[in-house]
C-alpha cells in the first residue's frame, strides 16, 4: 500500500473546525468494534433500518466535507479508490482502538494487563461497515457500480491488509462462526424401523447369520 500517498496528520488543510466536525460524525456512528461486533437488539426492523439509513447519510456527508476540505478539492466523479484510502487513514488519527505493535510486550495479547504506549487505530470492523455504508449511499446518490471508488480492488485488498494485521497484533479473530445445521427430524415410521433393526442387532447368544436366519423363518 505504499503507492497510495499517506495523507499527512495535523496537516494544515484541516482546519480544527473540520476536525471536530469529522469526530463528531464518527463518534455518533457505530463504526466502533464494540458495536460493529455486538448482536443486533431486539428492536423492530424498521427502527434498525432507520438507524441504518440515517448513519449512512452522516458517513455521506462526512465524505463529502472530507472531500471539500481536501487540498486541491476533490470532485466526487474525480475520487478513486486511492482517495477512499487516503481517507480510511485519516480516519484513523480519531481511532480509539488500542493496536500493539510487533515490538510490544502486549503484541498478540487480547486483554493486556498494563498500559503500552501502542497507537489507537478504528478497528477494522469499523471500517468494513463504513466502507459498505459509503459504497451503497455513492451508487444511490447517481453513480455507477462500476465506477463506485468504495469497491475498488485496492480498498478491499487495504481492508484485507488491517483485518489480517489487527488480529495478530491484538490477538483476536474476526473469523465468522460457521452455523451448525440442525439434524433432520425423523419420521414416527422411520423411528420405529430404527428402533426395530436396533433391537435385532441386540439379540443376545446368535450370531449375525444365525439371527438373519430365524428373522426369514
Given at each position: 500500500m505504499d503507492m497510495f500517498p499517506q495523507l499527512m496528520e495535523g496537516s494544515s488543510a484541516y482546519s480544527d473546525a473540520t476536525n471536530l466536525s469529522i469526530i463528531a460524525n464518527i463518534s455518533s456512528s457505530s463504526v466502533t468494534e464494540a458495536t460493529a461486533t455486538q448482536p443486533p437488539s431486539s428492536s423492530s426492523p424498521s427502527a434498525n433500518s432507520s438507524r441504518y439509513e440515517n448513519q449512512k447519510r452522516r458517513d455521506w456527508n462526512t465524505f463529502g466535507q472530507y472531500l471539500r476540505n481536501h487540498r486541491p478539492p476533490l470532485s466526487l466523479s474525480r475520487c478513486s479508490g486511492a482517495h477512499v484510502l487516503e481517507f480510511l487513514r485519516y480516519l484513523d488519527?480519531?481511532?480509539k482502538t488500542k493496536v500493539h505493535t510487533t515490538v510490544c510486550h502486549f503484541y498478540g495479547h487480547p486483554n493486556p494487563p498494563a498500559p503500552c504506549p501502542c497507537?489507537?487505530?478504528q478497528a477494522w470492523g469499523s471500517l468494513d461497515a463504513l466502507i459498505g455504508r459509503l459504497?451503497?449511499?455513492f451508487e444511490e446518490n447517481g453513480g455507477k457500480p462500476e465506477t463506485n471508488p468504495f469497491g475498488a480492488r485496492a480498498v478491499r485488498l487495504y481492508l484485507r491488509e488491517v483485518r489480517d494485521m489487527q488480529s495478530k497484533a491484538r490477538?483476536?479473530?474476526?473469523e465468522k462462526k460457521k452455523?451448525?445445521?440442525p439434524l433432520p427430524q425423523l419420521s414416527a415410521s422411520s423411528s420405529s424401523a430404527v428402533a426395530s433393526h436396533q433391537q435385532f442387532q441386540m439379540l443376545p447368544g446368535t450370531s449375525s447369520t444365525t439371527q438373519i436366519s430365524?428373522?426369514?423363518k
Open positions: 488519527q480519531f481511532g497507537p489507537l487505530r459504497r451503497a449511499a490477538g483476536v479473530s474476526y452455523r451448525k445445521r430365524k428373522f426369514e
